[in-house]
């Protein structure tokens, strides 16, 4: 965990930074939620029975799944304080590494699957919560209607061109902006509560139950979009590293949870007082002064949770990558200072694609709501899973009592993912689809990466044979140091190989380097480093990462240097082996998944910018190879 979410002076600095990155997306649902619990599909009438029953679902929502599951529970499974999908399958298949050569196991084929949801949320998120806060300014007047989508998408599109700059200087604002958010949406939710107090009969879990029984046709539809009010809790979980678990829980119980909660009672409220305020229940709590300086703000907010699903999407695609799940993107660090600041320019715009096809092909935040939670309940199902492995595998608990507690949260995401199974036909089918696709896509790569190990080893001598048998034979060494890039310290690298076998020669010193990525966030600066002398001059380095940090080879050298091992980067000659892939019909993958690896295998970042060597010091060999 870094050093500065230790420090305990520094939680309420930080809890109000996190208002504005971990609460976003959650913190944006009471424009939506409450109004699509009775979309006209359902055919509820706005009764003080229904509201009321409505009302207490979402309560028992909050406080059942994210305030006892995530905040009191889940927080707890962090690796090295670390949260999120990766993470957490990384923590419970620690005391189990996975072989991928065997194939994908059921713990990472779980993580696949939820990382895929999560980047359908990630696209899906901007969609909903911008045009849900634009669309305020029709509520008075027509003439804003034809302009909704194209200043939605113009704020979106403003959104994804500013994140190459790094969110580092409008970061600063974001947390306050939040505050002052989520106060207005306390008091105007106090403020409709005071007039009917007899809303705050909705705290008792009674009349959710009631409400079930009663509209068993059309309940589970409702728990659907009942759902909506917890989009953005796996936040919670996947930004513990960034924050800490203190700021996160003070920022929950001190500031999110009771302006929820205001807020939501308000609206149920005014919907008593008022049924005909369903077309959107949110803006009608202000009065008219203040409709259109509540639009910015509103729209602001959004745009802030939209923000943090982004950054959360980038650090999501670092983890991938380096856990050897996607491809090595071209990697931006936006700044010097915070390592967590970074961007991925494909991803990005891949993203804004989908975005803005979202808007227009669905035209309002209703009909995307329709769209929006199979994937986030689907995640929460897989993240239950993956804590009851770690449950048992690393808290040790006995059988029966993990499965007691686990069950419970379990039967309760399977109850909300059932609910918003309902929506696949009408939009639900978007994140199941793309979904699939991020899934085939990772684990093609996956799974093709294993398959280039186990050709590598057919073809290329283990580095011990190569050493006895080839290597002794060498009589000219020439002047100099080189480095020579392995994936895997047991196999003779094949820049190795060729460059002895076409120039006869090697350096005086040579240094086969191995960066290995440990299922861990981070690793002490310098060590542990495996230095092993091969024989004489020739040394083996297996230099460790975590699947938070990205390779940086000439800050391996520093820490070779401090061992004994001076490698000055300007005199050093770096040599990688760059390997050229084609598809075969040969046992392992199915051709066309083949094809899917060869094209992300030529895509890919070069090898030198990816562990920050200077391309002018960078011999590359090419070999090609039949998969």
Request: contains cysteine.
């Amino acid at each position: 965990m870094p050093k500065h979410l230790n420090n305990q002076s520094s939680s309420l600095s930080l809890t109000v930074a996190a208002m504005g990155v971990v609460y976003g997306d959650i913190g944006t649902s009471p424009l939506y939620a409450l109004r699509e619990c009775f979309h006209e599909s359902h055919g509820l009438p706005v009764t003080a029975d229904n509201v009321l029953g409505i009302l207490s679902m979402i309560v028992w929502s909050l406080v059942l799944v994210v305030t006892v599951k995530y905040l009191l529970f889940v927080m707890k499974a962090d690796n090295e304080g670390e949260g999120g999908m990766l993470a957490l399958m990384a923590l419970s298949q620690q005391s189990r590494p996975v072989d991928l050569r065997k194939g994908l196991n059921v713990v990472v084929t779980l993580g696949l699957i939820g990382v895929a949801f999560l980047y359908s949320d990630g696209i899906i998120t901007p969609a909903i919560s911008v045009l849900s806060a634009v669309e305020g300014l029709t509520l008075t007047t027509d003439v804003f209607t034809p302009y909704i989508l194209p200043l939605t998408v113009t704020l979106v599109a403003l959104l994804f061109m500013i994140q190459r700059r790094g969110s580092g200087t409008i970061g600063s604002i974001f947390g306050p902006i939040m505050l002052l958010w989520f106060v207005t949406m306390a008091l105007l939710g106090l403020h409709s509560l005071i007039q009917t107090p007899e809303i705050l009969r909705a705290a008792n879990p009674l009349y959710a139950i009631q409400f079930l029984i009663r509209h068993a046709a059309v309940g589970i539809l409702v728990l659907g979009s009942v759902f909506l009010v917890l989009t953005g809790a796996e936040a919670l979980y996947a930004d513990m590293g960034h924050f800490g678990r203190r700021p996160i829980q003070l920022g929950w119980f001190a500031v999110a949870l009771p302006a929820l909660l205001l807020q939501y009672f308000g609206q149920g409220a005014l919907l008593m007082r008022t049924p005909a305020a369903l077309a959107n229940p949110f803006y009608f709590l202000a009065p008219d002064w203040m409709l259109y300086p509540l639009i910015a703000l509103a729209t602001m907010a959004t745009v802030i949770a939209s923000q943090a699903m982004l950054s959360g999407a980038f650090s999501l695609t670092l983890q991938a990558v380096q856990l050897g799940y996607l491809p090595p993107l071209r990697i931006t660090h936006t700044s010097a200072e915070q390592h967590g600041q970074i961007y991925f320019g494909l991803l990005n715009w891949l993203m804004f694609i989908g975005t803005v096809g979202l808007i227009l092909s669905f035209g309002s935040s209703s009909n995307l709501a329709a769209a929006y939670g199979i994937a986030v309940s689907g995640s929460m199902i897989i993240t239950t899973l993956l804590v009851y492995r770690v449950v048992q595998a690393q808290w040790q608990w006995s059988p029966l009592p993990a499965a007691m507690v686990i069950g419970v949260f379990l039967l309760i995401d399977l109850a909300f993912f059932l609910a918003n199974a309902q929506k696949i036909p009408h939009g639900g089918w978007f994140p199941l689809l793309l979904g699939a696709a991020v899934f085939t896509v990772m684990s093609t790569w996956a799974r093709g990466r294993a398959i280039v190990a186990d050709h590598l080893r057919e073809q290329f001598p283990p580095l011990v044979q190569f050493v006895q048998e080839v290597l002794s034979q060498v009589q000219c060494r020439t002047a100099g140091r080189a480095v020579f890039l392995s994936q895997h310290p047991d196999i003779t690298p094949p820049a190795l190989l060729q460059n002895v076998r076409h120039n006869k020669s090697l350096h005086e010193q040579v240094y086969l380097l191995t960066v290995r990525t440990e299922p861990v966030p981070y690793v002490p600066s310098g060590g542990p480093l495996e230095i092993t002398t091969i024989q004489e001059n020739l040394f083996q380095v297996v230099a460790r990462c975590g699947f938070m940090e990205t390779p940086d080879i000439p800050r391996v050298l520093t820490y070779l240097a401090a061992h004994g091992h001076p490698l000055p980067v300007e005199e050093t000659t770096f040599f990688l082996s760059r390997l050229t892939f084609l598809a075969t019909p040969k046992p392992g993958m199915a051709i066309w998944r083949e094809k899917i690896f060869v094209f992300l295998s030529r895509n890919t970042q070069r090898a030198s910018s990816y562990f920050h060597l200077p391309a002018e010091q960078v011999v590359e060999i090419g070999l090609v190879l039949e998969i």
